[in-house]
């Protein structure tokens, strides 16, 4: 894996921002935070995540809603929650928008988070292989039909 693949946390709690990016400092990926939601949707229409974690809980928007502006800008971005305050309504609601999962905090393994990140970055790689095999069969279909209609 190369440091195309950025990551993009957030939550209004510097000390938890502060954890979640440590622990991704041993890894090829480009790490951004923000403690404010409407930065974060800033970014996001300013740089390419592939994926985002972020907290319910924030005075600005709520992750819930982050999460919902995340997906009408780009559907493809993976978007993980974590939170202190899960009811059902939120994680089912989480799951609904497109959450691809959720973590309650305190962390019982953090090392479930960093998995995450992962999977959502090998799902991406899959969609992006499927995506590249149906354009080139496309191609290939062109050019077939090209040469049969010069004949």
Do not use: W
């Amino acid at each position: 894996m190369s440091k195309s693949y950025k990551l993009l946390i957030v939550d209004d709690e510097q000390a938890i921002l502060d954890a979640l990016e440590a622990m991704f400092l041993d890894t090829d990926l480009n790490i951004y935070t923000t403690t404010n939601p409407l930065r974060a949707l800033e970014m996001i229409k300013e740089v390419h995540f592939h994926v985002v974690i972020t907290d319910i809980a924030m005075p600005q928007m709520d992750g819930l809603e982050l999460l919902k502006k995340i997906k009408s800008c780009d559907s493809f971005i993976q978007v993980i929650i974590i939170t202190g305050y899960i009811t059902i309504t939120n994680a089912l609601s989480a799951f609904r928008y497109g959450a691809a999962d959720c973590f309650f905090k305190p962390f019982e393994d953090p090392n479930q988070i960093v998995r995450a990140v992962f999977n959502c970055i090998e799902k991406m790689d899959r969609i992006n292989s499927f995506l590249k095999q149906i354009a080139s069969s496309r191609e290939g279909q062109r050019t077939v039909n090209r040469s049969e209609g010069a004949n």
